[in-house]
């Protein structure tokens, strides 16, 4: 059983999908959850959902924003005078060909997806280390990148460029904030069942590859191993295992969930 009882974690992106999931699933493990999201109306909902008192929070938060990292960090300090882990799960998807993408699309892109998780480290490092130190525990960054920061994908440049960005910045990161006791990993989920996972359904249409979404469901499982598209609940229990003390010995690692998609 993953035990993350008395931790303090801020999901960001949780007003749905992964983040919603991630939120639920540590708050099970035992953690109290800052869950935070650009749609402050849909992430209060989300938390009210899941009946769970004082031990979530929910707060409006743009992860581009310096100053809205800053408001998160202090709500967490104020919470519980530590902070445990960290999920950088807010993201967008564009699927566009190279050439149409503008610099503007291109830059956005990257600015959600991996300036982001730049400024989320940099927020939280110091509550991490004042928490190693006053509490004697282990922290976590989990950082999400995807398998197309892996591999490449056809429409996929500006996606690919972020997640990339998004691997190698938490490799980098583990390895300056090993003595301090913060353990950074990136996780690289594969085709899994959401609403930003639409857009590759629209980008194998677009292609000409599939008629509509259901055609496009079933191509995509049939190019699965396991057969099917991911569910995120297998998504947050691989976070709350990166979370927990169980990975310990894990930093600067990529782990992948993908139901063997990359491994063809």
């Not at 059983?1 to 939120?23: F, H, P, Q, W, Y």
Request: hydrophobic share 45%; aromatic share 4%.
């Amino acid at each position: 059983m993953i035990d993350l009882n008395s931790k303090v974690a801020i999901v960001t992106g949780a007003a749905g999908g992964i983040g919603r999931e991630t939120a639920a699933t540590l708050l099970r493990c035992g953690a109290r959850v800052i869950m935070t999201d650009v749609d402050g109306k849909k992430v209060e909902a989300a938390a009210a959902s899941m009946a769970a008192g004082d031990k979530v929070v929910s707060v409006v938060h743009d992860v581009t924003s310096v100053d809205g990292w800053a408001h998160v960090v202090d709500l967490a300090a104020q919470l519980g005078g530590r902070l445990d882990i960290l999920v950088n799960n807010a993201g967008t998807m564009l699927g566009k060909p190279l050439m149409e993408t503008s610099l503007e699309e291109f830059r956005q892109s990257y600015q959600v997806n991996a300036e982001s998780v730049f400024i989320g480290i940099q927020a939280v490092v110091p509550l991490m280390e004042k928490t190693v130190k006053d509490f004697d525990s282990s922290t976590s960054i989990i950082n999400l990148s995807s398998i197309y920061g892996q591999v490449a994908s056809r429409m996929h440049a500006a996606y690919s460029a972020s997640k990339g960005a998004v691997r190698l910045l938490s490799k980098a990161a583990a390895m300056e904030l090993v003595g301090k006791g913060i353990r950074v990993n990136s996780l690289h989920p594969g085709p899994i069942d959401t609403s930003l996972g639409k857009g590759t359904y629209e980008t194998l249409m677009r292609l000409g590859l599939v008629k509509n979404e259901e055609e496009a469901r079933t191509a995509l499982a049939n190019r699965i191993p396991i057969g099917r598209l991911g569910d995120v609940s297998e998504i947050a229990g691989v976070i709350a295992f990166l979370a927990s003390d169980l990975s310990r010995y894990m930093t600067g690692s990529e782990v992948t969930v993908d139901g063997g998609f990359t491994a063809m």
